[in-house]
């Protein structure tokens, strides 16, 4: 089973960018899921962003400000986040999954990576 460990993390003023990194263990074929989820203070995790082959999914809260990517000769995908709000704080956690499933659904994800910080302040 593929194992992801996320990287890009950090501190930064709202309006700002940071660039997420997530790196698996072997190749992430076609097929696979790897998506993006966070985890604010307080909150459920929710799905932020995911792609499988060449199809990708946005959630609506970050749809126009961040943009899942792949360079799969990297065995990574990135998480680019523009215009940065106060509300995007939360851990990120890169998750990928081997078989079907909609990206949307945290059930399709079955490993998980540590996660990395994202702190926006104001």
């Known amino acids: 089973q593929v194992q992801v460990a996320e990287s890009g993390g950090g501190l930064v003023q709202a309006g700002g960018s940071l660039r997420l990194s997530c790196i698996a263990s072997g190749r992430i074929f076609d097929h696979y899921a790897v998506g993006w989820f966070r985890h604010g203070p307080g909150k459920e995790r929710t799905f932020v962003a995911g792609i499988r082959g060449t199809t990708t999914s946005h959630a609506d809260s970050v749809r126009g400000r961040f943009t899942i990517s792949r360079d799969y000769d990297k065995n990574t995908v990135y998480l680019q986040m523009n215009s940065l709000k106060t509300e995007d704080t939360a851990l990120y956690s890169c998750?990928?999954?081997?078989?079907?499933?909609?990206?949307?659904?945290?059930?399709?994800?079955?490993?998980w990576g540590q996660g990395t910080q994202v702190t926006v302040s104001s």
């Open positions: 998750a990928v999954g081997e078989f079907g499933g909609f990206l949307e659904t945290i059930t399709t994800y079955k490993s």
